[in-house]
């Protein structure tokens, strides 16, 4: 009798176990970063020059975002958008500085992926070699002076 009630008990339990809410997954971020496939970004809403903005994202131990895709340019746009109901022109990584029109990411990354506003970049006043992000009506990239003052996003990855 002993043996048929721990059986009962078991089958008890067992079935119960999937009732159970299931685990939300952790998130392999830093606090106050969002995870994208194997990149983590943080939207930094205080104004910085382009240079303050990527020693603030060291300090993180991060850089200003490198994207390297559509799917995560849209991701990183949505995550500001949660935080600001709206689409503030911010700062990423991308930068000509060292060399005109020879784009680089700050983390180091191959600029392969690009999403520049029509007609940009143009250097404009030859003086722009910095990237911000929700450009114009397209909320594309433009180059602007890097000592523009704009929020920015931080990216690294896992």
């Known amino acids: 009798m002993l043996t048929?009630?721990?059986?009962v008990c078991a089958v008890i339990v067992l079935a119960g176990a999937d009732d159970a809410p299931?685990?939300?997954?952790?998130?392999?971020?830093?606090?106050?970063?969002?995870?994208?496939k194997?990149?983590?970004f943080h939207y930094v809403p205080k104004v910085r020059n382009?240079?303050?903005?990527?020693?603030?994202?060291?300090?993180?131990?991060?850089?200003l975002a490198s994207v390297h895709s559509v799917e995560e340019y849209q991701f990183i746009q949505g995550m500001?958008?949660?935080q600001t109901d709206s689409f503030p022109k911010s700062w990423i990584g991308g930068t000509d500085c060292q060399q005109d029109g020879s784009w680089l990411w700050s983390d180091g990354k191959v600029f392969l992926y690009a999403n520049w506003c029509l007609g940009e970049?143009?250097?404009?006043?030859?003086?722009?070699?910095?990237?911000?992000?929700?450009?114009?009506?397209?909320k594309?990239?433009?180059?602007i002076d890097c000592s523009s003052r704009l929020p920015s996003v931080c990216g690294l990855s896992l």
């Open 140 to 143: 594309c990239w433009n180059d």
């Open 121 to 138: 970049p143009d250097n404009e006043g030859g003086s722009q070699c910095c990237t911000e992000m929700n450009f114009g009506v397209g």
């Open 38 to 40: 194997d990149r983590c």
């Open 80 to 82: 500001i958008t949660a």
């Open 50 to 63: 382009w240079a303050d903005a990527e020693t603030n994202c060291q300090s993180m131990k991060a850089n």
């Open 22 to 36: 299931a685990e939300v997954a952790q998130s392999r971020c830093p606090d106050g970063f969002e995870e994208f």
């Open 4 to 7: 048929v009630s721990l059986l």
